[in-house]
C-alpha cells in the first residue's frame, strides 16, 4: 500500500496541550467523518473483517483482565470480582444486539491527521461490522479527553441513544488498557502514562449503565492506586 506522507505529527500530537477551542472543530469534523464510515453499505463490510460482536469484545477484555486488571489485584475481593465479571459480560451481550453498522474499530485521535482541509483517516485496515457508537465511542475516549461540555455537544448531534455510547465507551476505554499492557509486556511502554485517565473514564463510563452502576463505588476503591497515580 502506497500511503502519502502527511506530516510528521498525528492530532493527538499536534493537539496535546492545546485548548478545547482550538481542538474541538477537529472533533467535530471527525464527527463527520464517523458518520460517512457509519453510512457504508454493510454488504461492501461484512465480508472484510470478523464482526466486533460479542465474541470479539469479549475476548478484548479478557486480555485486559488477564493483563492487567489480575495481576493488580484490581478485581477486589470474590464477590466483586463475580460482580465485574457478569457486568462486563452483560454489556458485551447488550452491544451485540445492537444491529452493527460499518466501523473503522480504531478511530481515535492517534490515528487523525490534521491537515489544511481538513483531517486525513489513518489505519483503516480494521474496518468492519460493529456496535453504532463504538467509533464516536474511541473517539472521545482515548488521549485527548474532551471535558464534558465539549463531550455533550458532540454526543447532542449522534443518532443512538446514550446507554448504547457507555457501553461501548466502557468496553473500549477498558480494551485500549490492556492493549497498552500488552505493549508494555513487549517493551513499547510509552502508552503507561495514558493508563490512569483512561481507567477514570472507564469508571465514570460504568457509572451511567444500569449492568454496573451498583459496582461503581467499589470499584473505585479497588481501583483507587491506579486512578490516583
Request: aromatic share 6%; proline share 8%.
Amino acid at each position: 500500500m502506497l500511503v502519502e506522507d502527511l506530516g510528521p505529527e498525528t492530532l493527538a500530537e499536534w493537539g496535546r496541550g492545546r485548548p478545547w477551542c482550538e481542538l474541538q472543530p477537529y472533533f467535530e469534523r471527525a464527527l463527520e467523518l464517523v458518520d460517512r464510515i457509519g453510512r457504508i453499505p454493510v454488504e461492501s463490510v461484512e465480508g472484510l473483517n470478523p464482526r466486533l460482536g460479542g465474541e470479539l469484545l469479549r475476548k478484548e477484555l479478557a486480555q485486559t483482565w488477564d493483563l492487567f486488571l489480575e495481576p493488580r489485584a484490581l478485581t477486589g475481593g470474590e464477590r466483586l470480582t463475580c460482580a465485574l465479571g457478569t457486568a462486563l459480560d452483560a454489556i458485551c451481550a447488550n452491544l451485540d444486539a445492537e444491529t452493527p453498522i460499518s466501523c473503522h474499530r480504531d478511530f481515535m485521535v492517534r490515528n487523525l491527521m490534521p491537515v489544511s482541509d481538513g483531517l486525513i483517516v489513518l489505519d483503516h485496515q480494521d474496518l468492519r461490522l460493529g456496535p453504532p457508537a463504538y467509533d464516536l465511542a474511541s473517539l472521545l475516549n482515548d488521549t485527548l479527553f474532551p471535558p464534558p461540555e465539549v463531550e455533550e455537544a458532540l454526543l447532542a448531534r449522534a443518532t443512538f441513544d446514550r446507554v448504547s455510547y457507555h457501553r461501548a465507551a466502557a468496553q473500549r476505554t477498558l480494551k485500549a488498557i490492556g492493549t497498552y499492557a500488552s505493549f508494555a509486556l513487549r517493551g513499547a511502554d510509552r502508552h503507561l502514562p495514558l493508563v490512569p485517565p483512561t481507567l477514570g473514564r472507564c469508571l465514570a463510563h460504568l457509572a451511567m449503565l444500569p449492568e454496573s452502576a451498583p459496582l461503581v463505588s467499589d470499584l473505585a476503591e479497588a481501583w483507587a492506586p491506579v486512578l490516583e497515580t
